[in-house]
């Protein structure tokens, strides 16, 4: 995914040439802290949807996150190429219509089937950006793992809900593709926040439209709030930093620990008890994203080239 003139000459004159275990598990602990920060804030979101809707609660986490990302980066307008522009656009698009798709889904499906549905994007992801045959295994097996999670929960599931679930995911894969463009076309966070502004926009008018005046509630505009940060700033600012050095084929594989992570929040805080087919299934899932990871691990330490090098290719 590396382009003329998108890496930062900072970035290549300090990179060191074999990049040890720090450079490659710093981006893995911001993918797996950005995944407990989503779980909260869906938890509070699936409370706050009977009080603003599918589209309102979407609607007020991407306004929130919209707001609290532009204040605190404040982006740059000028200075910026029709391209960076064009992959900002196309990253906020993607934003909206991942969060909006989902939230449908869940709207009308139970989430762990959901979310499992879901995941299956940033796997065939992990497939098709791939340039290594284990990471086919390593995607094959976390699969094996998201279906045995969602096992007895495909019976008789709203095939709506589902479409909804299954377009989510293939927006989850564009996210992480336009995630990573993103964060080497702009400084810091800022690209993220041009994106977030652009998700925001174009999910008011449909937000209005469904729940009209309930979003200017002031407890509903709160809990938005707090979702927002939870699920949007949070992981995503997370998430744009360790795409910048963490390939998308091994980030897309992570992605199959969302399931994992929702079931574990399930029995740690809500005291659901996992069956031995769901604790195998999560088993599963983890061997597959540490498979991935010291995959990566052993090609960073095997090769000569600088870090930069390392990113994804382009999808």
């Given amino acids: 995914m590396t382009t003329p003139g998108t890496t930062t000459p900072s970035a290549v004159t300090h990179a060191p040439a074999v990049p040890g ?38 609607t007020l986490r991407l306004v929130a996150a919209a707001v609290v990302l532009l204040l605190f980066c404040r982006p740059r307008l000028r200075g910026h190429s029709r391209s960076d522009w064009g992959t900002v656009i196309a990253f906020g698009v993607t934003l909206g219509a991942m969060n909006g798709l989902f939230y449908q889904s869940v709207a009308r499906i139970p989430l762990g089937a959901a979310v499992t549905l879901e995941v299956l994007g940033p796997l065939a992801l992990s497939v098709l950006a791939s340039r290594r045959l284990v990471n086919v295994v390593w995607a094959g097996l976390a699969l094996a793992g998201v279906f045995l ?8 599931l709203d095939l709506v809900g589902a479409a909804f679930a299954l ?9 992480i593709v336009f995630s990573a463009r993103t964060g080497r076309r702009f400084p810091q966070a800022d690209g993220l926040a041009l ?14 439209a469904e729940s009209g005046t309930k979003l200017l509630d002031p407890t509903t505009i709160a809990l938005g709030s707090a979702v927002a940060v939870m699920s949007s700033v949070l992981p995503y600012t997370l998430e744009l930093l360790a795409l910048r050095r963490l390939p ?6 992570m992605m199959s620990l969302e399931p994992a992570l929702a079931a574990t929040a399930g029995f740690l805080i809500l005291g659901q008890a996992l069956s031995l087919v769901q604790a195998a299934a999560i088993a599963l899932v983890i061997a597959a994203s540490m498979g991935a990871v010291r995959t990566q691990v052993g090609r960073g330490k095997a090769g000569t080239a600088p870090a930069p090098a390392a990113v994804a290719p382009e999808a």
């Fill in 167 to 175: 377009s989510a995911g293939a927006m989850w894969a564009a996210y």
């Fill in 149 to 156: 999670l969602g096992g007895g929960g495909f019976d008789d």
């Fill in 21 to 58: 275990p720090r450079t490659s598990l710093g981006p893995v602990g911001l993918v797996l802290a950005g995944g407990v920060s989503v779980q909260f804030g869906a938890a509070l979101a699936v409370n706050l949807m009977p009080r603003a809707g599918a589209l309102g609660v979407v």
């Fill in 195 to 208: 994106a977030m502004a652009v998700g925001a926009l174009l999910m008011l008018p449909l937000g209005i």
């Fill in 248 to 253: 998308a084929s091994t980030f897309a594989i």
